[in-house]
């Protein structure tokens, strides 16, 4: 193995573990208020991208890698509709019953 598809490799494992800890937080609170829609949608489609140039250039470890972070990008895209939708509706009730 070359030394480029090592660094690669090592490139696309910290974005994976960059998402990790936001996943765990967000599921542990229940809450993604303080997270950037923005930013979760560029991350995500920046991955979509690389996912589908990996693909395009036969390279599995960028497309698989890419594959890997767009999932965790989308997944945080649905938990922070839920969430949001679950706070959003919570607060709407209290207006309600006050």
């Known amino acids: 193995m070359e030394v480029i598809s090592l660094v690669g490799i090592f490139a696309g494992t910290m974005s994976i573990l960059g998402y ?16 950037s829609f923005l930013l979760l949608l560029l991350f995500t489609l920046s991955s979509l991208l690389w996912m ?10 960028l497309g698989g890698l890419s594959t890997i972070t767009f999932s965790m ?3 945080l895209i649905i938990m922070k509709f839920v969430y949001e939708r679950k706070y959003l509706k919570y607060f709407s009730d209290q207006r309600i019953v006050s």
């Open 73 to 75: 990008g989308l997944m």
């Open 20 to 35: 990790l800890p936001q996943i765990i937080k967000s599921q542990k609170l229940k809450s993604m208020k303080e997270v």
């Open 52 to 61: 589908t140039y990996g693909f395009y250039k036969a390279d599995s470890i």
